[in-house]
């Protein structure tokens, strides 16, 4: 089982950024789809962005796009989460997940993934 671990959380104000990390136990590179779930207070788990293995495709949910963007950098096994003109509806449980997917050019934001971390706190509060 890949083991994912999340980290870059924590207390900003709205409008200000944040860059989430997920590092990856063993070598993601071209094998797993790489997905950012949030759950907010009292919400259901929810899926933002999804890179592919391949690192061509890429998705996110109506409620961040063109704010937030998913990069991979295969060399170090980790996948970034840059996170801009934050809105206090952004505060949640971020989690990244992985599914093996071998050199895939697509990915969804379907939560069926099977290997997921354990979160990072992200607050947006002024």
């Known amino acids: 089982q890949l083991q994912l671990v999340e980290s870059g959380g924590g207390l900003v104000q709205p409008g200000g950024s944040l860059e989430l990390s997920c590092a990856g136990s063993?070598?993601?590179?071209?094998?797993?789809?790489i997905g950012w779930f949030r759950q907010g207070p009292g919400k259901e788990r929810e899926g933002i962005s999804c890179?592919?293995?391949?690192?061509?495709?890429?998705n996110y949910a109506d409620s961040v796009k063109g704010r937030f963007t998913i990069s991979r950098d295969n060399a170090k096994n980790m996948v970034y989460l840059q996170m801009n003109s934050l809105k206090p509806e952004d505060t949640a449980v971020y989690y990244c997940?992985?599914?093996?997917?071998?050199?895939?050019?697509?990915?969804?934001?379907?939560?069926?993934?099977?290997?997921w971390g354990q979160g990072t706190q992200v607050t947006v509060s002024p």
């Open positions: 890179i592919s293995s391949s690192g061509a495709g890429t």
């Open positions: 997940a992985a599914d093996w997917s071998p050199n895939t050019p697509t990915c969804s934001t379907l939560p069926y993934y099977r290997d």
């Open positions: 063993a070598f993601i590179s071209n094998y797993y789809n």
